[in-house]
């Protein structure tokens, strides 16, 4: 075989070479995720990731302290103040810094909330047609087999590409920048601009013959005729917005996205796959219950609130979920995942950070909540939501490198609008 590769022209020879790995990697398989359980502590370094790990009786009496001792020295009541009053132009300045170079794109999403998939019922026998195998030995079909390499979000937040990206924490924050970027052509860029710039024109001009000929009606609103429709609360710079509208072709689903800052939802507007007729970005703060959504109530069928309510001040978060929840139609869901008490953000956090009990500012002045599965159930509950899951996500997360331990936890929850 060694012989019959030299004498071949070296991109016949790479062609070669991944074909040969590609056959490999189709007879082995790799756990799926949340079933890599550590059972012998002499062997934590040989993965980047453990799931489900539990904590002895030692470290929890040490998370304990250590968020015991940060609340005997809180934050000045005179600078609690100015931090929710300019809570807003602090997440500005964020996204001013870090644009969309912060966050990756949330493609695990399908994995944890399969709600999200409108495709996945359809086509099963399409989709093992169009299985492919990544380098690492995982079958994904669908819309994520498309492209050069395939690249599970779930495996990045697992640490199994740390070749690829450069992390450290700050606050309780996972900075992440990933070294390669991939690049789009002018012509491509260019296209897609005046595809979304022509989308909003024709959008505007509709909606301004239809006011001018008397016409409309009061239940009018953006993506009114959608058979489905997503809203996603704090949507940032797009990062859950468009792997949802990038899997999902129907064009019967609409979105829609808020975010507390403006330079926020600019960047969302300015994506390539950003488009009027199948998402409308809009600037709003969640806790004002008085302002107006876009969409009247029981029009919603998925909620989406991702490391959003962490964000605002424990005494507006029963108000802001209650509000939401009218908006659901019945047998609506809503999808929430963010942080859980103890995990390693928490604990990283130094004295004079605490602004009341589990809750922090960060250096950016951002803050942040770290919840209970019972919190979250009294929580959604008093909306009149019914449980479907509350899953206490606790992972160990290792650096081989500098034999450091991290211990996550996150949590993540379904609530499901009574029908009656």
């Known amino acids: 075989m060694r012989r019959v590769l030299a004498v071949l022209p070296l991109v ?6 991944v074909h040969a790995r590609s056959c490999h990697t189709r007879t082995r398989k790799r756990p799926p995720f949340g079933d890599r359980y550590l059972t012998d502590p002499s062997r934590v370094f040989e993965h980047n990731s453990w799931d489900n790990v539990e904590w002895d009786e030692a470290q929890d009496a040490q ?26 132009e602090f997440w ?16 695990w999403l399908f994995t944890e909330f399969p709600e999200l998939d409108m495709n996945r019922d359809e086509g099963k026998e399409k989709e093992k047609e169009e299985e492919v195998c990544t380098s690492d030995g995982e079958k994904v079909t669908g819309t994520a087999a498309v492209g050069k390499t395939i690249l599970s979000e779930k495996d990045k937040e697992r640490g199994n590409l740390e070749e690829d990206t450069s992390k450290e924490f700050e606050g309780d924050k996972e900075r992440t920048s990933v ?3 991939p690049t789009m052509s002018p012509s491509a860029d260019c296209a897609s601009e005046n595809s979304a710039v022509l989308g909003d024109l024709c959008q505007t001009l509709d909606h301004l013959a239809v006011r001018s ?11 009114q005729h959608a058979r489905t429709r997503m809203f996603e609360v704090g949507c940032g710079v797009g990062n859950t917005v468009f792997p949802i509208l990038q899997t999902n072709n129907d064009p019967d689903l609409f979105m829609y996205c808020c975010d507390f800052s403006a330079t926020a939802i600019d960047i969302v507007k300015q994506h390539p796959d ?13 806790t004002d219950t008085t302002a107006p959504l876009p969409f009247p109530e ?49 604990l990283r956090f130094k004295k004079g950070r605490c602004l009341s009990d589990n809750f922090y500012v960060r250096g950016d002045g951002t803050r ?22 509350i899953y206490v996500d606790r992972r160990l997360q290792v650096n081989r490198g500098r034999q450091v331990k991290m211990y996550r936890v996150w949590l993540l929850c379904k609530f499901r609008k009574p029908l009656n």
């Open 12 to 17: 016949v020879r790479r062609l070669v070479c």
């Open 63 to 88: 998370a304990k302290q250590k968020v015991s001792e940060n609340a005997q020295d809180p934050v000045p009541p005179d600078l609690q103040e100015a931090y929710e009053a300019k809570a807003d």
């Open 92 to 107: 500005n300045d964020f996204y001013s810094v870090h644009q969309n170079r912060f966050f990756k794109d949330r493609h």
């Open 179 to 181: 070294m390669t970027e």
């Open 213 to 223: 000929s008397g016409e409309e009606e009061a239940g009018d609103f953006p993506g």
């Open 274 to 286: 950003y488009s009027t007729r199948r998402c409308h970005a809009f600037v709003h703060d969640l």
């Open 298 to 346: 029981a029009s919603l069928d998925i909620i989406i609130i991702i490391f959003v309510l962490s964000a605002i001040h424990p005494d507006k978060m029963q108000s802001t979920v209650d509000h939401l929840a009218k908006y659901l139609k019945p047998g609506g869901k809503l999808l929430f995942r963010d942080y859980g008490r103890y995990d390693l953000a928490q």
């Open 368 to 389: 942040v909540y770290f919840f209970t599965q019972d919190e979250l159930r009294t929580l959604f509950g008093s909306a009149g939501l019914q449980e479907e899951l």
